[in-house]
Every structure is written in C-alpha cells, then in structure tokens.
C-alpha cells in the first residue's frame, strides 16, 4: 500500500537540514498529534492539496487568516493589480488610511490604526504604549492565553494566584518576566484581589475575548465586563487581543458582539488576507502617544504594505457585502453553527464526551476525559482533557480529508468557500472517525 504521505515525509527530512525543526513555526510541526506534518501544495476556496496529491477540507485555513478561503479571486486581483504598480514604497499609500478608515467603522472602540506586520508587534507595541500612556510598568495576562511570542509575554505562572512571572522560555530575562503577572482564565476575583493589592502598578491587562490559544474556551459571564470595570476603577488600560477573534467572532469582534470597550485592540490575521499585517489601535488620546505623533516609538519597513493593504481591503469588503441582504460571513456564521450543533449531536450519539464551543466563524472541541466537566481555564483543560484521543481523531480526520488544527490547544476556521455539502461531509467523516476510537 503506498504512504499517503510519503511527499511530506521527504519535504520535512530535507526541511529539517536548513530550518530549526522543519519549519518557521512550532505548531506546524505536528508535535500536538504526532507523525509528519503535511506539507501543502496548493489551496482553493475551502480546501487545499497537499503533496501527496490528497485533497482536504481545511479548517485551520493559515490560522484564522482565510476568511474567504484559498485562492479567493477578489483577494489575488487585488494583489495582482497593486503588485503591477510596486510592492512597497516604505512611504505612506493611501491604501494604508483606507484599510485603517474600514477597522474604525467596523471596530465600535477604534478610533486610530497603527499597521505593523504580525500580532505580534501588535500586542508588543500596544503593550509598549499602555506603559507608555500610564507610566506604569506592570501587565497581566492570563494562564493559557497567548499573544504572540515578545518577551514580555512568554511568560509562565509563578506559585501561587497570581504572583510576578517566570520566564517561560529561554532567553526571556528574569528581570521581562518579573514585570508580567499571570491569573488563570475567568478567575476575577483572583484579578480583583490582585489589583487591589497592586493595582496602581498595573499598566495594562491583556486578554483573549474567546482564550482560542488553549482550544475554545468561553469567557466566562460578567468575566471581560468584569475585567473593564476593574481597568477602569485603577487606572489600568483594558487591552482586548482580537488577533483571533477579530473580523471572525462578529464583523465588528468580540468587542462588538458582547458590547466590551477596550482602551486598545490589537488585531491581525484576517485584517491581511493572508498577507502578513497586524494592527494596534484604540481611543485617539492614547494612540497620539505613538511616535511621530507622540514619544512612544514603534516603527517597520513594511509596515502597512501596499500588497497586504489590498489584500485586506478585499476581504473585508467581500466578507461583509450586504448587497444580498446577508453577506457571506452571516451564512459562514450560520455553517459554523451548523457543524458545532452537528458535533454536539455526535457527542452524544457516540457517548464520547466533548466540549465545543463556537462564535461567529470560529469553533473548537476538546475531547473530555469525563462527561459532564467543563474547562473554563487552561488548569482545567490540562486536566480535563484528552490530547491523546484528539490525536487520534486528528489523523483519522485527515485519512477522510478533513483538516483541523494539529492541536487539541487550538481553535478552528470556517470560510466563507465552505458549503452545506461540506459540513455534510465533515459530520460523516467525525462520525466515522469517532466511532474507530
Ligand atoms: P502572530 O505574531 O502569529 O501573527 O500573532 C500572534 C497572536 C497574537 N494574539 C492571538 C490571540 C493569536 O492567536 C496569535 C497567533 N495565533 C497562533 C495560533 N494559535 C498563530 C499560529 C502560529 O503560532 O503559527
């Protein structure tokens, strides 16, 4: 019988001679399932190609950046036509105020955009300005979630609630790490405690509107309205990272869906359509801080790139048209619901317990290792959960061309490509892959 994978096999030996691990980013190399990361060919609306010839129905579609799916023509003619003018000036285009001009009527709390070129830089840079802003030195982030990989938020829990953090990798100085105080997800009163013990020192808290870096955890109810009244009463800046779940959760975010007034969001992902862009943004009296317009520096070559502009631009305006009365991201919604209500039904029909959740077009599961728990935290997850029986359902997935994140940690994509069919498709193929476990 021939190896379904044996391309990717090849691609990844030689791929780990020239790059650390066989690729530019940890996740990709399959360590949460095991086996040999799939190497990708080519995509086209909802699915891609791998290497070997095989054909999946892709759910991570580039990690959420996708919303239209592979390939979709309005995004390459847009890439295309900017790309005959030139590709990057490093001077101001007026693509850049026309994509900022589209966050702030969809963003309800955005007021000005800052381009960078990943979340990433978004987050490390709003954190540089809440620092910036208050003139205070401490930030709080939560156990579980993650905001791209700057210093100052690679950082692991210290003993107890909430205590001054660890470094969580190497290279991450003591000294960064100490300034970065961690809490688990949805404990408020543990974040109540906190700040009223220290909540002067406190610049900014940074969170996941939906923690979709530990799988799909919700937040818990009053938790994020919690977290502005907080922010508010101490004088710390409500930091919301819709990285993820921007332009996915709802049109206008999590922020708009659930009504939440961050001081900043930092966005990414989508807003690039699948070039690389992120976005720092917020209240004008706090982004006039950020240099030239104020002290705070942050700067990039490519920031703002013209190509990723039009890519953006493309998607947003083809994902949100409503000149058909709904636009392709409501019906997206409406599939995304669709696969989530199909999967519960699975859960039960099976007896395998899982946890899912779903917003807008986004979802996730975790396999549970008991029925009747539930993780609201990551302390929760690691313990509830059952990594072991995802990876299995994974690769099971894939053997019947279904694509999901290789992480049980990870949350899950649908595109505006997907169908009815596909959804069909994909609870047949979990019905079959959940009863060989
Ligand atoms: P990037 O630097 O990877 O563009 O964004 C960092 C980031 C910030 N904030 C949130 C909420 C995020 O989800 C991310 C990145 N997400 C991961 C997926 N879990 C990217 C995948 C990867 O690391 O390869």
Same mark, same amino acid.
């Given at each position: 019988m021939t190896d379904r994978y044996a391309r990717s096999k090849q691609l990844f030996a030689e791929a780990q001679m020239v790059i650390p691990g066989g690729v530019n980013s940890p996740v990709r190399a399959f360590r949460g399932v095991g086996g040999t990361p799939i190497f990708v060919a080519s995509g086209n609306g909802a699915r891609f190609t791998d290497v070997d010839g095989n054909s999946y129905l892709d759910y991570v579609l580039s990690w959420g950046p996708l919303l239209l799916g592979h390939a979709h023509p309005a995004v390459l003619e847009a890439i295309a036509a900017q790309a005959a003018l030139g590709t990057s000036f490093g001077a101001p285009t007026e693509l850049e105020t026309t994509l900022a001009e589209q966050v702030i009527n969809l963003m309800p709390t955005v007021e000005q955009v800052r381009f960078v070129n990943s979340g990433t830089e978004a987050t490390m840079s709003a954190l540089r300005l809440a620092r910036a802003y208050t003139g205070r030195e401490k930030i709080l982030k939560f156990i579980g979630c993650y905001h791209g990989h700057a210093d100052m938020l690679l950082v692991q829990a210290g003993s107890g609630v909430a205590t001054l953090g660890l470094p969580d990798s190497p290279g991450v100085t003591a000294g960064t790490a100490a300034s970065t105080l961690t809490i688990e997800y949805n404990d408020l009163e543990a974040t109540r405690a906190l700040f009223a013990a220290e909540g002067e020192q406190i610049a900014a808290v940074i969170v996941e509107p939906i923690a979709s870096n530990m799988g799909f955890v919700m937040p818990e109810p009053g938790f994020l309205d919690g977290l502005r009244e907080i922010t508010s009463q101490y004088g710390a800046l409500l930091i919301i990272d819709e990285v993820m779940t921007g332009f996915r959760a709802a049109p206008n975010g999590a922020q708009g869906l659930w009504g939440i007034e961050p001081d900043l969001t930092c966005l990414g992902k989508v807003i690039g359509g699948g070039l690389p862009v992120g976005a720092y943004a917020g209240r004008r009296e706090i982004m006039q801080m950020v240099a030239p317009a104020g002290p705070m520096y942050q700067a990039g070559t490519l920031s703002g790139n013209p190509l990723a502009m039009a890519a953006g631009l493309a998607m947003l305006s083809v994902a949100f048209d409503r000149s058909a009365?709904?636009?392709?991201? $409501?019906?997206?919604?409406?599939?995304?619901?669709?696969?989530? $209500?199909?999967?519960?039904?699975?859960?039960?029909?099976?007896?395998?317990?899982?946890?899912?959740?779903?917003?807008?077009?986004?979802?996730?599961?975790?396999f549970l290792k008991e029925a009747g728990t539930r993780a609201t935290s990551y302390a929760e997850a690691k313990v509830m959960v059952d990594p072991a029986r995802y990876a299995k359902f994974f690769w099971s997935m894939c053997e019947r061309g279904v694509y999901l994140a290789p992480s049980q940690f990870e949350a899950a994509f649908l595109s505006t490509a997907h169908t009815s069919e596909d959804i069909a498709t994909t609870l047949q193929a979990a019905r079959e892959a959940l009863k060989e476990l």
């Open positions: 009365g709904v636009s392709p991201f $409501d019906l997206a919604a409406v599939l995304a619901t669709e696969l989530a $209500d199909g999967v519960r039904a699975l859960s039960e029909e099976t007896g395998i317990p899982l946890q899912v959740g779903q917003v807008g077009t986004m979802f996730g599961f975790y």
